[in-house]
């Protein structure tokens, strides 16, 4: 560990978050906005599903840690929303068995400590034709699939009051979103990402937690040592991407 000790903001989930510090990704994009604020810790699996997730959820979360996470984004879903195909290996969960896996994550990580916020990612769109095109007539993912467990997604955080994101809805508000979020369907583009970070951003700000992860709010780590200091103003930054 290096210090001093930051907030750490943990992304949690498939390659969604894998990706995400890819070029113009919603996790270096986070990583830029709350640089000497918070730590962004990734922590992303390309190809898992719930399933996946809940068998290392100790490991990756443990109890007893001495630092628990201020923040936990996480997303799982698409993997799941697959369909089954026969005689082939996918990584399909059935909903029902999705929606308690889920239930048992969104349990852990609120326990971890009392200052632990958790934020879900419902499952992105698809642009059908552009996985078609890349995958074959038999690709497994569709927009009505992942439509399916987003819904499934916010109504479980609507139960649990965990706040959660609505992408599927969100993203198809952009006009031009089939063409310009994705790079093969499904995996996000800088501009389907740039859209994830507004809304991540925007629901921090709005949350009425305390201390505030609003990045606005937050502290910056040694304002004043250096004249020279972009952040001397109050530690505030001119962040005009947000």
């Known amino acids: 560990m290096v210090g001093p000790t930051r907030p750490q903001f943990v992304l949690f989930g498939s390659s969604i978050v894998q990706k995400s510090f890819d070029n113009g990704g919603w996790g270096a994009i986070l990583a830029d906005t709350y640089a000497r604020k918070a730590d962004i810790v990734m922590r992303g699996y390309g190809g898992w599903n719930s399933r996946n997730a809940l068998q290392v959820l100790d490991q990756i979360f443990p109890k007893d840690a001495a630092v628990q996470p201020s ?33 048992k994550i969104a349990t852990h990580l609120k326990s971890l400590s009392e200052k632990t916020r958790v934020i879900f990612l419902g499952v992105p769109p698809a642009n059908d034709e552009m996985i078609i095109q890349l995958y074959g007539e038999r690709a497994a993912r569709s927009n009505e699939g992942g439509r399916i467990y987003s819904e499934a997604t916010l109504k479980l955080c609507q139960e649990l009051e965990v706040k959660a994101i609505d992408l599927w809805t969100i993203m198809q508000q952009k006009n031009d979103w089939l063409t310009t979020c994705f790079t093969d369907g499904f995996h996000l583009a800088s501009e389907g990402s740039k859209i994830v970070a507004k809304e991540i951003i925007r629901a921090l700000e709005e949350a009425e937690w305390e201390p505030s992860l609003y990045w606005k709010l937050m502290p910056s780590e040694f304002v004043g040592i250096s004249p020279f200091d972009s952040e001397g103003n109050n530690g505030a930054i001119i962040n005009s991407n947000m």
């Open 71 to 103: 923040l936990v984004i996480t997303y799982f879903g698409g993997n799941d929303s697959m369909k089954p195909i026969p005689a082939e290996l996918t990584p399909h969960v059935p909903l029902p068995e999705f929606i308690e896996n889920m239930k």
